[in-house]
């Protein structure tokens, strides 16, 4: 089983300036690697596809990078409306598809 | 615009059948696949499997026994079956249309599901 794992567990930045979430795979998943911004009580929604396509309507503050193990997702100058959770998404060994557990970014 | 809409019994026995359907609305059904993604209370998010148009499924290993989904393309809805539920099932579930089958680019509200008696 592939397992994602995403650091950190929750991370504190001030609006305006850059975040930077990191996810990481158990073994190589190549580009097939999505990102979900969740906010409370809603579903997620997808940013980031391919590792590095932005879905549409995404602002283009958000950027992904990444192949094989390791990814990176950037926020650069934080809204008050990204402090949310970020997931990523495996896809590469479909039909199974595995989440990382989530970064939360809050307010600092 | 594409939207989805979960119905279903927000409440269910343990060892019950919970048993949810995703409604349709904007776009076609018979393009895409369609899964069920849950979300326990406070944790991260779960595939539970997906559904072709044609019918043909596929499940996450860990829940492939009970699970099962159908669809009814004349009334644009999915539907999701899990058997002999336990307090561990309890979790908010999301339908959700895949892109080329790889990942999730249209989700409903989730419905919250509570196993209990």
């Known amino acids: 089983e592939i397992v994602m794992t995403q650091s950190p567990a929750t991370l504190s930045v001030s609006p305006g300036e850059r975040a930077t979430l990191s996810c990481r795979a158990s073994q190589s998943v190549s580009s097939n690697l999505a990102w979900y911004q969740q906010k409370p009580g809603q579903a997620p929604r997808l940013l980031i596809y391919g590792a590095s396509s932005r879905a549409t309507g995404i602002p283009a503050r958000f950027s992904g990078s990444g192949s094989g193990t390791e990814f990176t997702l950037a926020i650069d100058s934080l809204q008050s409306e990204d402090f949310a959770v970020y997931y990523c998404?495996?896809?590469?060994?479909?039909?199974?598809?595995?989440f990382g557990q989530g970064t939360r970014l809050e307010i600092k | 615009q594409v939207q989805l809409q979960e119905s279903g019994p927000r409440l269910v026995k343990p060892s019950e059948t919970l048993s949810l359907t995703c409604t349709v609305s904007g776009d076609s059904i018979s393009t895409y696949f369609w899964s069920w993604i849950r979300q326990p209370p406070g944790k991260g998010l779960e595939w539970i499997g997906y559904?072709?148009?044609?019918?043909?499924?596929n499940f996450n290993p860990s829940l492939k026994s009970r699970a099962s989904m159908s669809v009814d393309t004349s009334k644009y809805q999915f539907s999701l079956k899990l058997s002999s539920v336990t307090a561990a099932d309890t979790a908010v579930y999301f339908c959700?249309?895949?892109?080329?089958?790889?990942?999730?680019?249209?989700w409903g509200q989730g419905t919250l599901v509570t196993v209990s008696s």
């Open positions: 559904i072709y148009y044609s019918g043909s499924t």
């Open positions: 959700a249309r895949m892109q080329l089958g790889y990942y999730f680019d249209h």
């Open positions: 998404q495996q896809y590469n060994y479909w039909p199974m598809y595995t």
